[in-house]
């Protein structure tokens, strides 16, 4: 064999979806070509009757990631003898399984036992950001789905932590601080229900009063809001509540911020510069979040013989 050969063997094997079994561009370009696009039309389809999907998606995938990594360990449905994530309490609101599920059964017609759970996740939840207006951005696949999935794994941060103490979680991840703002710009296009924040419009621990670092106005709002029907539910972005873009930088920089999450990245010393940059350049916004999602999609990842490919999302091949 010549040294050109040899060379042009190396550079293949480079291009190969499968060289040192990660994930790569493409991934399912040979073993399922339409991959990809079987998912963004079930993600457009669903989209067409209820644009609160991204919402939806853009938490299963973060509360899939920082558990076990992205495995789609969330998907699993629970049994009689066994409960899983699905069951453990910041789970109990996610949203979208029928999404995943339908995406899966089409796939499966098409490309039996090939594409996994994990992928058809972070794929669904890309394609539905770039419908409610942010960027189109390519994440790689080679996804397996895990094996374990149990609700006392469960811990992830809250609504009502500090910027330090969420940051921690996202540290341990391996994640930046600059990245931990920029993913919860996803909540501009979120919600969240009153139980969630309604310490904050009252009694501010304690004090028999608001929370005064949230605008009077808001706090008349969501008082209002709060007090009908059932733990009901509002945007976090009050202003673009369904288009993806940085209004939630400038809303939380009016002290308008729902969460007490979100409106202390505008306060703390360590994360208000970069609110106020992102406030105010929204394609440096939407580049950050394309990033930080690709990262974050990479989160302890089964590739190669890892893991399994799940025939049903909600179930262990095994089940």
């Known amino acids: ?40 039309q079930v993600v457009r389809e669903e989209f067409a009757k209820d644009s609160s999907i991204t919402a939806g998606l853009l938490r299963m995938h973060f509360h899939d990631c920082f558990v076990r990594g992205c495995d789609a360990s969330i998907l699993i449905n629970s049994t009689s003898s066994k409960s899983s994530e699905k069951t453990a309490g910041p789970n109990l609101t996610v949203r979208g399984y029928e999404i995943i599920d ?11 036992s090939k594409v996994s759970c994990a992928d058809i996740i972070t794929l669904a939840t890309r394609d539905s950001v770039a419908l409610a207006g942010g ?26 932590q500090s910027v330090t103490s969420a940051f921690q979680s996202f540290k341990a991840k391996k994640m930046t601080l600059n990245e931990m703002v920029v993913l919860l710009g996803a909540h ?10 309604s310490n904050r419009l009252s009694n501010f621990q304690g004090t028999g009063k608001p929370d005064p670092t949230m605008d009077s106005a808001l706090v008349t709002k969501l008082t209002q ?3 009908s029907g ?16 940085n209004e939630f930088y400038r809303q939380i920089r009016l002290n308008r911020g729902v969460l007490k999450i979100d409106q202390e990245l505008a306060s703390d010393a ?43 999302c909600g179930a262990f091949n095994s089940a």
């Open 1 to 40: 064999m010549t040294k050109m050969m040899i060379l042009m063997s190396f550079l293949l094997l480079l291009l190969s979806p499968c060289v040192f079994a990660q994930l790569s561009i493409n991934f399912y370009r040979v073993s399922c070509p339409n991959a990809e696009q079987i998912v963004k």
């Open 102 to 112: 339908e995406a899966k059964r089409r796939l499966e017609a098409a490309c039996p």
């Open 135 to 160: 960027p189109n951005y390519v994440v790689p696949t080679g996804r397996r789905d895990g094996l374990v999935s149990n609700p006392n794994e469960v811990n992830l941060p809250g609504p009502g």
């Open 188 to 197: 501009t296009v979120g919600f969240a229900h009153c139980g969630f924040f």
């Open 225 to 227: 809001d709060c007090a």
């Open 230 to 245: 059932s733990n009901p539910k509002t945007f976090l972005d009050q202003n673009t509540s369904n288009v993806f873009d």
């Open 270 to 312: 360590t994360s208000s510069g970069l609110v106020s940059n992102l406030a105010s350049n929204p394609f440096q916004f939407s580049q950050s979040f394309a990033s930080a999602m690709v990262k974050m999609g990479r989160i302890e990842v089964l590739v190669g013989k890892a893991g399994e490919i799940r025939k049903s």
